[in-house]
């Protein structure tokens, strides 16, 4: 069946270092990808959406890209903030399923000063 | 700034009764979704409209919960009868069509808690 694996569940890095969480996804159609950041008591919100095979997609310094080689959607940053302390989940969808999201564990990231 | 609402925030129910929430999706956004987020922060799909027609639905959610997204008027979620196991946070999420590059934007939730 379709899922997501987040091999993290807790992250802690100093301020200005470089992340990067993983995502591995297993399907057999051809797969969305997207990356969402989820500050405490807040919604999910959309980080980043998988673009072509190979091709790396950015949003607030925040980088990915699709690999379906190694299945793999790995998000990245040079710099870690102190504001970029959150869950980050990761989510599979594919055109048989309504857009229904299939969600990795979590990762749960923490920046120190 | 657009956004999916959620009320109430906080609902606070005991074992047997009934837990009703409710969503308005945003606007133009006839695709809607409900997930359950347990307190370990796994996500797990309930239920999917368009417009007012259920697309897919989990075994649990056609047993227990009802679930329904009137033209005109926001979409809710009730549990018929709330057990301990139902805390936690429901989540409504909307999308523009069921396309898969357009990612479904979240409500704040909805947090159950059953004493």
């Known amino acids: 069946g379709d899922s997501v694996t987040q091999t993290e569940g807790l992250v802690t890095l100093t301020k200005g270092l470089p992340v990067m969480l993983n995502c591995t996804y297993q399907t057999t159609y051809s797969p969305f990808l997207f990356w969402y950041v989820q500050h405490l008591n807040e919604a999910p919100k959309l980080l980043l959406k998988?673009?072509?095979?190979?091709k790396r997609t950015e949003h607030q310094g925040f980088y990915a890209t699709l690999h379906k080689s190694s299945s793999s959607f790995h998000l990245q940053k040079s710099s870690v903030q102190l504001s970029d302390s959150a869950l980050y989940f990761c989510?599979?969808?594919?055109?048989?399923?309504?857009?229904?999201?299939?969600f990795g564990s979590g990762t749960k990231l923490t920046v120190e000063p | 700034n657009s956004k999916v609402i959620q009320t109430p925030r906080y609902l606070v129910k005991g074992q047997g009764q009934k837990a009703k929430m409710r969503c308005i999706p945003e606007?133009?956004?006839?695709?809607v979704f409900w997930y359950q987020q347990n307190k370990n922060n796994e996500f797990k799909f309930l239920i999917n409209f368009q417009n007012q027609e259920v697309l897919q639905q989990i075994d649990m959610t056609e047993k227990r919960f009802s679930a329904e997204c009137p033209s005109n008027s926001p979409c809710s979620l009730e549990i018929q009868s709330s057990e301990a196991g139902d805390s936690a946070l429901y989540l409504c999420?909307?999308?523009?069509?069921?396309?898969?590059?357009?990612?479904?934007?979240f409500g704040e939730g909805t947090r159950l808690s059953v004493l």
């Open positions: 998988s673009s072509t095979d190979n």
């Open positions: 999420a909307s999308s523009p069509t069921q396309n898969n590059n357009q990612a479904p934007l």
């Open positions: 989510a599979l969808t594919h055109m048989s399923n309504y857009n229904v999201l299939y």
């Open positions: 606007k133009g956004h006839p695709v």
